[in-house]
């Protein structure tokens, strides 16, 4: 489904409505809530940060892997194109913070699921995996290395992150500790490194 206007593109796949419909099937309806509202948060500060720096938005898609962003300014310059790579992340950290004080004052449930939602989200992407932000940022930091070292470089970070993190998930299983969503989180950074090393 297409929505189109003067200067601005929304697209809506059914993968997105897929991908709603199974979270809300397989956790809890307020939780699944909470994690579909922290990404749309998420991605909202990049929309944020890129209206700031008048890097205008042309085309926005929803889709199974999330929003896709289509930009009608290429470059903002390495220093703001960082802070819009990263804007996802500072939404989600202030968010985490804000319901982590309203926990503390509070006791409310709710707002504990939010902080730690909205904390592993930051935290994913902050991993250096090729599609999260992190890695969006490293790939500017090393614009000034040659085309073929800066891939390089980056495929083994990719690499050494989606490792270390399988180790991780490996090593808490083999101790008995058997948890779902890391198990699942491993899978996603293996498909999304994947993807762009193909």
Wanted: proline share 1%; hydrophobic share 55%.
């Amino acid at each position: 489904m297409t929505f189109e206007f003067s200067f601005f593109r929304l697209e809506l796949r059914f993968s997105f409505f897929a991908v709603c419909a199974l979270m809300l099937l397989c956790a809890e309806g307020t939780v699944a809530l909470l994690c579909f509202g922290s990404s749309l948060l998420h991605e909202c500060g990049h929309l944020l940060f890129l209206l700031l720096f008048s890097a205008g938005v042309r085309a926005l898609s929803f889709g199974a892997g999330g929003i896709v962003i289509e930009r009608s300014q290429t470059f903002c310059g390495t220093a703001r194109e960082c802070v819009i790579a990263l804007g996802g992340v500072f939404v989600n950290l202030a968010v985490s913070l804000s319901a982590w004080l309203c926990y503390r004052r509070t006791g409310a449930q709710t707002a504990a699921v939010l902080c730690l939602v909205n904390g592993a989200l930051a935290a994913l992407n902050l991993l250096p995996v090729r599609s999260l932000d992190c890695y969006r940022v490293l790939d500017l930091l090393l614009q000034q290395s040659g085309e073929d070292r800066r891939e390089r470089l980056l495929r083994r970070v990719s690499s050494a992150a989606v490792c270390a993190i399988c180790a991780c998930c490996l090593l808490l299983f083999a101790l008995g500790i058997r948890n779902i969503s890391l198990a699942a989180v491993c899978v996603y950074l293996m498909l999304l490194h994947g993807k762009r090393s193909a």
